[in-house]
T-cell receptor, first 113, second 115 residues
Framework: DGGITQSPKYLFRKEGQNVTLSCEQN?????MYWYRQDPGQGLRLIYY???????QKGDIAEGYSVSREKKESFPLTVTSAQKNPTAFYLC????????????FGDGTRLSIL | AQSVTQLDSQVPVFEEAPVELRCNYS??????LFWYVQYPNQGLQLLLK??????LVESINGFEAEFNKSQTSFHLRKPSVHISDTAEYFC?????????????FGKGTKLTVNP
C-alpha cells in the first residue's frame, strides 16, 4: 500500500535538545511538506520541497530545519531555537501541482519534558 | 495572497440532522478548493475537491460542497449526519503563487454529532 509514514508517533524533547521527526513516502511524489498544527490554529506551513536537494521556508520556519537528500524522505529537525515546540506535526506529499491534493501522514506529537 | 475563513469553529448537531460547514476564501488568482477531514490523533484525509466544471462536488460518504464564485464560498453540506461523522473539517485553497503551488488551510471546524 502506498502512503506516508511518520515516526515516531509521540516524541518528548528536553530543554536545549534538537529532535528529528521522520517522514517517508512511497507514492513517488516530487513535493513534500511539513505543517505544524496547534488547537484552533489550523495547519501552518513550516517547510516544503518541490524537488530533491531543494527546499523553501514556509510561514513559520524559524527554529526548524529540513533536508531532502532522497525523493522519498523529508526529515524535520526541531532545534533548541524553537521556544514553543509542543504541537502536532504533519508531513504531506503531492505530485506538486496546485490542482492535485496533498496526502498526509498520521502525524507526530511533540511534547516538552 | 490567498486566505481561507471557516466561519464556525465548532458545530454541534444531533444524529440524522442536516449540517452545513461554511468556508469562504479570497484569492487574486484562479483557485482549486478542497475539504479535508481529520479524526482524533490522525492525519488529514481528502474528502472532496473542486477543480473545474460542475460547481457541485460530492464525496462517497454523502457530503457535498458547492463552489460559488460570486460569493467566494465553498460550503460543505450533508443532509443527514451520523455519529461517525464527528471529526474536524478543514477547508483549503491552492493556486499558483510566486512560482510555487501552496495549500492554504482554514482554522478548522469541529463537528460533533450527538445521539
Amino acid at each position: 500500500d502506498g502512503g506516508i509514514t511518520q515516526s515516531p508517533k509521540y516524541l518528548f524533547r528536553k530543554e536545549g535538545q534538537n529532535v528529528t521527526l521522520s517522514c517517508e513516502q512511497n507514492l513517488n511524489h516530487d513535493a513534500m511538506y511539513w505543517y505544524r498544527q496547534d488547537p484552533g490554529q489550523g495547519l501552518r506551513l513550516i517547510y516544503y520541497s518541490q524537488i530533491v536537494n531543494d527546499f523553501q521556508k514556509g510561514d513559520i520556519a524559524e527554529g526548524y530545519s529540513v533536508s531532502r537528500e532522497k525523493k522519498e524522505s523529508f526529515p524535520l529537525t526541531v532545534t533548541s531555537a524553537q521556544k514553543n515546540p509542543t504541537a502536532f506535526y504533519l508531513c504531506a506529499s503531492s505530485i506538486g501541482t496546485a490542482s492535485q491534493p496533498q496526502h498526509f501522514g498520521d502525524g507526530t506529537r511533540l511534547s516538552i519534558l | 495572497a490567498q486566505s481561507v475563513t471557516q466561519l464556525d469553529s465548532q458545530v454541534p448537531v444531533f444524529e440524522e440532522a442536516p449540517v452545513e460547514l461554511r468556508c469562504n476564501y479570497s484569492s487574486s488568482v484562479s483557485v482549486y478548493l478542497f475539504w479535508y477531514v481529520q479524526y482524533p490523533n490522525q492525519g488529514l484525509q481528502l474528502l472532496l475537491k473542486y477543480l473545474s466544471g460542475s460547481t457541485l462536488v460530492e464525496s462517497i460518504n454523502g457530503f457535498e460542497a458547492e463552489f460559488n464564485k460570486s460569493q467566494t464560498s465553498f460550503h460543505l453540506r450533508k443532509p443527514s449526519v451520523h455519529i461517525s461523522d464527528t471529526a474536524e473539517y478543514f477547508c483549503a485553497v491552492s493556486g499558483h503563487q510566486g512560482g510555487s503551488e501552496k495549500l492554504v488551510f482554514g482554522k478548522g471546524t469541529k463537528l460533533t454529532v450527538n445521539p
